[in-house]
């Protein structure tokens, strides 16, 4: 594929496919997985994962090292901003200051369908504290923008609900998202198999971010490889420029011109 990278947080990266850590089997899946993506950011949930908080336990970055990877620390799990600032502050702290961070503020524990008041809430402190934000959020254009107004380098709208593996089922607010911001958008949450990154990626999508739809497939090493094609494909889609869609108005793909037409008698 051609080179075709994108920025954020001041940071150019080749891969458009972001990926979790979280629901392996084990950290030889987990590595497997991720290095058949080859996703250069990785998220990390901070209160499901030790990297560094428990000594005596197996640590995460023995097998994805900062030095080979962009540690995305988020917020799973987190129902207030306060929650969401501490465990981001936490984080920081066991890094050695990185500031690049992946912000979720949770709803419920059923739907886990984004709080919207609570995430600008989150935003606008963790902005003002140095931290680059990557926001979770839903497919509302307003809130969206407004996230990229506070500060936040990237915006990632839900394409369904967490976990959900629906796909994407509003293309169309999507669209609206992608007109209306400067920053990244990258659809976070919903996608499920292979055709769903690449209808987003040739939505126009910069980025997937994605965990579950690698980690509970039968095979998600091979799933891993799927999504990292889809992506570039989807990429390379929206970059060539589809064909317009018509209506009942079929067209030959052959040219019609010096055809063979039957004898006449």
């Known amino acids: 594929?051609?080179?075709?990278?994108?920025?954020?947080?001041?940071?150019?990266?080749?891969?458009?496919?972001?990926?979790?850590?979280?629901?392996?089997?084990?950290?030889?899946?987990?590595?497997?997985?991720?290095?058949?993506?080859?996703?250069?950011?990785?998220?990390?949930?901070?209160?499901?994962?030790?990297?560094?908080q428990n000594p005596n336990e197996p640590n995460l970055l023995d097998i994805l090292p900062p030095s080979k990877y962009t540690l995305l620390p988020n917020t799973a799990g987190c129902y207030t901003a306060d929650d969401a600032i501490r465990t981001l502050r936490l984080a920081?702290?066991?890094?050695?200051?990185?500031?690049?961070?992946?912000?979720?503020v949770l709803g419920d524990p059923q739907s886990l369908y984004p709080n919207v008041v609570e995430t600008i809430s989150a935003?606008?402190?963790?902005?003002?504290?140095?931290?680059?934000?990557?926001?979770?959020?839903?497919?509302?254009?307003?809130?969206?923008?407004?996230?990229?107004?506070i500060g936040c380098v990237a915006v990632m709208p839900l394409a369904?609900?967490?976990?959900?593996?629906?796909?994407?089922?509003?293309?169309?607010?999507?669209q609206l998202i992608m007109e209306r911001l400067q920053v990244p958008v990258i659809v976070d949450a919903g996608v499920g198999t292979a055709s769903d990154a690449a209808i987003a990626m040739e939505l126009g999508c910069h980025g997937?971010?994605?965990?579950?739809?690698?980690?509970?497939?039968?095979?998600?090493?091979?799933?891993?490889?799927?999504?990292?094609?889809?992506?570039?494909?989807?990429?390379?889609?929206?970059?060539?420029?589809?064909?317009?869609?018509?209506?009942?108005?079929?067209?030959?793909s052959s040219p019609t011109s010096g055809m063979i037409t039957p004898a006449t008698k």
Not at 10 to 37: C, H, M, N, P, Q
Not at 125 to 141: A, N, R
């Open 123 to 149: 935003a606008k402190t963790l902005v003002k504290e140095g931290f680059q934000v990557m926001v979770y959020t839903s497919d509302d254009p307003i809130i969206a923008k407004q996230l990229e107004d």
């Open 92 to 104: 920081r702290e066991l890094l050695d200051g990185h500031s690049l961070v992946k912000l979720e």
């Open 1 to 52: 594929m051609t080179q075709d990278s994108f920025i954020i947080g001041g940071k150019t990266y080749s891969s458009r496919l972001l990926v979790g850590t979280g629901k392996y089997k084990d950290f030889a899946e987990t590595r497997a997985a991720i290095e058949a993506s080859a996703a250069e950011i990785i998220t990390i949930a901070i209160r499901r994962s030790n990297i560094g």
């Open 160 to 174: 369904s609900l967490i976990g959900s593996g629906m796909g994407i089922l509003n293309p169309w607010n999507l």
């Open 208 to 252: 997937v971010l994605m965990n579950t739809a690698i980690a509970a497939a039968q095979n998600p090493v091979l799933m891993a490889s799927a999504m990292k094609q889809a992506v570039e494909a989807g990429r390379m889609a929206y970059l060539a420029g589809r064909m317009p869609k018509k209506f009942y108005s079929a067209s030959p």
